[in-house]
């Protein structure tokens, strides 16, 4: 079983960027997919991006050109990089690591984007 933390959020304003990160333990990352997930207040949890084992990636329509997401293996880490944040960007987001029968998450870090 891995164990997930994600940390990096905070406040920035509009325009500004944030790198969300997300460790690993318990487990290697190697053998999992990698998403990032973000749910807003009175909303449903939104995907928003993935790397998969062979590291092809794909993201949401909605960050698409302003997210991007990566890992460095040797440290079991992943991240997210924020660029061009707007005020719907405002979120928690989520780490999730899944195989075809798996599914695992971590607590969340709040992302607030506001001037």
């Known amino acids: 079983q891995v164990q997930l933390v994600e940390s990096g959020g905070g406040l920035v304003q509009p325009g500004g960027s944030l790198r969300l990160s997300c460790a690993a333990s318990?487990?290697?990352?190697?053998?999992?997919?990698m998403h990032w997930y973000r749910q807003a207040p009175g909303n449903q949890r939104e995907w928003v991006a993935t790397i998969a084992r062979i590291d092809v990636t794909d993201y949401a329509d909605s960050v698409k050109g302003r997210f991007t997401i990566f890992r460095d293996n040797d440290k079991n880490m992943v991240y997210l990089q924020m660029n061009g944040l707007e005020p719907k960007d405002t979120a928690v987001y989520l780490c999730?690591?899944?195989?075809?029968?798996?599914?695992?998450w971590g607590q969340g870090t709040q992302v607030t984007v506001s001037s």
């Open positions: 999730n690591a899944r195989t075809g029968r798996d599914s695992y």
């Open positions: 318990g487990s290697s990352l190697r053998l999992y997919a």
